[in-house]
């Protein structure tokens, strides 16, 4: 038996409380309900990987996940951890429309293989640096609220805020927009659709009222819904800030569509939305074709978001960081991965792994 094969697979529940809902203009959570993998290999090393379904961006929930994976706990065996691409593979032809499902199982098998011979897992993937430094987002809500979460953030030493908008009357949004520059001047500003925008019109007057209240936009993300390439080809044109696709990307195919039809500027990687080895994937190809990087997150706890900044450090190049829902959550049941000072992400004490473990 090779000391690298997979002898066993566990899964769970991971529930974790939010200190306060997390709302987007599809959707809100209000308490993380994710799925723990733990696997071993021959040789003892195990590995942890997180599942994160968010239902209003990927259909999945909980209940799906969890059952998908216990029904794959005898098959996983015998596996070796080397084979990581055939094993994604696989794992892509039986849970085809549950990719957090398959970003767990995936996860934990990488981390159990660094482990194994204390990598960490940014050099694994590369090794290009050990920090990143993180946008903090503002979720939909009132303009009062969004007034003291800016202020909040800004004086916490965030330099880039996320903002999210979409699914209640532009006027709305545009209230909050000039209640965030008001009380924070300083700070760069991310405007983060969920692609509920009306048409690209509405994207525009967004942008303008933005400007005109002093704003600093730094980027324009998923304004449109998913399958309105021509709207987000003519903002790309004239935004006069770069547009990024998130709902719209979640392959490598759609990674070429959005490069070929000029529908995006920048690509938010998640690993939640894709599986693990596809957003490799995906960031390798967006690189190649000229397209800028971004990394991001479910709701999900330092597990995932440790993978994620593994994977973006590791690679090197991604212009834009938006990994901090766990700054949302209450009685994390797990402690290492990376250090964290205001926005900056210190992936150096990672050991080996992605460094997460339950204590």
Do not use: Y
């Amino acid at each position: 038996m090779s000391p690298t094969q997979l002898t066993r697979m566990e899964v769970e529940k991971l529930d974790i409380p939010l200190r306060e809902p997390f709302a987007i203009a599809t959707g809100t959570q209000v308490a993380a309900l994710n799925v723990l993998v733990r696997v071993q290999l021959a040789c003892g090393a195990t590995g942890l990987g997180e599942a994160a379904p968010f239902p209003a961006v990927t259909g999945e929930t909980q209940q799906a996940v969890l059952t998908a994976l216990t029904g794959l706990r005898r098959e996983l065996p015998g596996w070796d951890a080397r084979a990581w691409r055939p094993l994604a593979r696989w794992l892509q032809q039986r849970l085809p429309e549950l990719p957090s499902a398959r970003c767990a199982v995936e996860t934990a098998v990488l981390d159990a293989l660094c482990r194994s011979s204390s990598l960490p897992m940014h050099s694994f993937f590369g090794g290009a640096s050990t920090q990143l430094e993180t946008d903090l987002t503002i979720p939909v809500g009132d303009v009062s609220a969004a007034s003291q979460a800016a202020s909040r953030m800004a004086a916490a030493g965030f330099r880039t805020l996320k903002l999210k908008v979409g699914g209640r009357p532009l006027a709305e949004d545009i209230e909050r927009i000039q209640a965030v520059a008001a009380a924070a001047p300083e700070v760069g500003l991310i405007l983060d659709a969920n692609a509920a925008l009306a048409d690209a019109r509405a994207a525009l007057t967004l942008l303008a009222e933005a400007r005109r209240a002093g704003a600093q936009v730094l980027l324009l993300e998923q304004p449109l819904p998913r399958g309105d390439l021509e709207g987000h080809r003519m903002l790309c044109a004239c935004a006069g800030v770069p547009v990024a696709a998130d709902e719209s990307a979640a392959s490598v195919a759609d990674v070429v569509q959005l490069a070929q039809q000029g529908a995006a500027q920048v690509v938010n990687i998640k690993i939640m939305k894709s599986g693990l080895i596809e957003a490799l994937d995906m960031a390798i190809a967006a690189r190649s074709l000229g397209l800028g990087l971004m990394i991001g997150g479910m709701v999900e706890s330092p597990l995932a978001l440790s993978t994620s900044a593994c994977l973006a450090a590791g690679l090197g190049g991604f212009g834009w960081v938006d990994l901090d829902t766990h700054l949302f959550m209450d009685h994390i049941p797990l402690e290492g991965g990376f250090a964290q000072r205001a926005g900056v992400l210190d992936l150096s004490p990672i050991a080996a792994g992605h460094g997460v473990f339950c204590p």
